[in-house]
């Protein structure tokens, strides 16, 4: 009998998946370990994996659609095998999106036989209301568009206007496979609910720019992000401490340091210091002698690690990532960029695993590749604070002569957790953090 792949429990705070992407279609054949599916999750979105050699018989889930939890998304076995019978019953209309189209369209149309509130479209009177009542007209008068759900996405994602497809689903609805091949129509201020994009005259670019009045839905991801920067701003009392350092000696060590390693190493392609890796080896240097910083909020106690487990912000399509280098304060610097540019190219190609992106005990946040002077960076639960790095700034200082010279400086901040850290606790970290950065080789020590 047929092997079913169900939705697997990606991360630990993940009740439901998505698919974005398959990346084989029914009738593949398939071998153990051949990537089948693209899963985002709360946090990320991850490859399914097959485990079984045979042919993808079925898929049970679209694209953009999502599962529950061990819910089948497709069936894999020998050709012309037998698809084991999953249910009976037809599905209530909230779990439409957890079958196929096909099955999907024909199910919508006997649930809109009493619900059709919650669709927002009017039956006509072949499925059984009162020809009285006005047929296909909204209260705003314009006509309405009998669209499945699924359709409405991709039309919507794909800017497809909707009145100029013959729908070929039970009483002309409009299902996927009627959207194939229909091109983009850019949206005119003369449809109904319709926004101006902008007209190209003379060669001149659209007065409105980039500009498109349009509602997307919320990632698993962007949920996420927001439900937990809500739970941080709302139940960690912050704090913020902010401290300008001299940026010149960290720019002149990481120089030197990556002109050593391009001479002694026999690759093509040596490895190449940032000053974001400077700033994760400063960071868990610092953390060993303020352990206070290195803390989470327990209702039992404070939890003093062990370890210092570093997390930074990777800037994503959707969003933030927050990958983790585990005990970060062991490590040499070299071996830090290393793990930071390898979770870095994971996080981009959307290969982390929950296991690189939990368990942090102190964040570093940098927009100073984005030429930001400061910023105040929210924590990340469950740490007791996080430090938020700017941009190198060419300024006028003064030297220790009295004179006025040409320098670089940097921006550093520190959002504390009030509960763990007192005000004194993180005035001496960031004032430990500014001497391990303003003269490097002391982290040497």
């Known amino acids: 009998m047929a092997s079913i792949i169900e939705m697997p ?16 279609k029914k009738g ?5 370990g051949d ?43 020998e050709a012309d095998e037998e698809i084991p019978v999953l249910t009976s019953d037809i599905p209530p209309k909230d779990n439409l999106k957890n079958i196929p189209e096909a099955e999907a369209v024909e199910i919508e149309n006997e649930a809109d036989l009493t619900a059709n509130a919650e669709t927002d479209e009017q039956p006509t009177p072949e499925e059984g209301i009162s020809s009285s009542e006005p047929l296909n007209i909204s209260s705003t008068g314009a006509v309405r568009i009998f669209a499945s759900p699924l359709a409405k996405k991709i039309a919507k994602d794909e800017n497809i206007d909707l009145a100029s497809v013959t729908g070929t689903g039970p ?31 003379s060669g ?18 962007r949920s996420v992000i927001a439900s937990r920067l809500l739970q941080s701003k709302t139940t960690i009392p912050h704090f913020y401490l902010q401290k300008e350092i001299n940026s010149h ?11 050593k390693l391009k001479t ?4 093509d392609s040596p490895l190449r210091l940032t000053i974001n890796d400077l700033i994760l080896k400063a960071c868990a240097e610092t953390i060993k002698w303020i352990p206070e910083i290195n803390t989470s909020w327990d209702e039992n106690g404070i939890h003093f690690h062990g370890n210092v487990d570093l997390a930074f912000g990777v800037a994503v399509d959707d969003g933030l990532l927050t990958p983790v280098i585990r005990n970060a304060e062991s490590l040499p610097l070299s071996e830090i960029s290393l793990q930071a540019k390898s979770l870095i190219g994971k996080a981009r190609d959307k290969k982390l695993t929950p296991e690189e992106m939990s368990g942090s005990t102190f964040t570093v946040t940098n927009l100073g590749m984005f030429g930001i002077d400061f910023f105040s960076g929210i924590i990340n639960p469950p740490n007791a604070a996080i430090l938020s790095v700017g941009a190198c700034i060419q300024k006028p200082i003064i030297n220790p002569a009295g004179g006025i010279i040409s320098g670089e400086t940097m921006m550093l901040g520190l959002s504390c957790d009030h509960r763990l ?4 606790v993180g005035a001496r970290f960031l004032k430990l953090l500014a001497e391990n950065l303003e003269c490097p080789s002391s982290m040497l020590i």
């Not at 593949?28 to 153990?32: G, S």
């Not at 089948?36 to 042919?55: R, Y």
């Not at 002694?264 to 690759?267: A, I, L, T």
């Not at 850290?421 to 004194?424: E, L, Q, T």
């Open 264 to 267: 002694r190493s026999e690759s």
């Open 28 to 32: 593949d054949e398939v071998v153990n």
């Open 35 to 77: 990537v089948l599916a693209e899963i985002e999750t709360d946090k990320a979105t991850m490859e399914l994996e097959n485990f079984d050699d045979g042919v993808l018989l079925e898929i049970f889930v679209q694209e953009g659609n999502e599962a529950p939890i061990g819910s089948p998304l497709a069936a894999v076995g």
């Open 249 to 259: 000696p960290l720019r002149l060590a990481r120089e030197v340091m990556n002109e």
């Open 204 to 221: 001149l670019p659209s007065s409105n720019g980039k500009l498109v009045e349009k509602v997307i839905p919320l990632s698993k991801m």
């Open 9 to 24: 429990k990606l991360s630990d705070t993940m009740s439901v998946g998505t698919v974005v992407k398959w990346h084989k």
């Open 421 to 424: 850290v007192d005000g004194a």
């Open 171 to 201: 009483n002309g609805r409009i299902v996927k496979k009627d959207l194939q091949g229909v091109e983009s129509t850019a949206l005119t201020a003369t449809s109904p609910n319709r926004v101006d994009q902008g007209v190209v005259l």
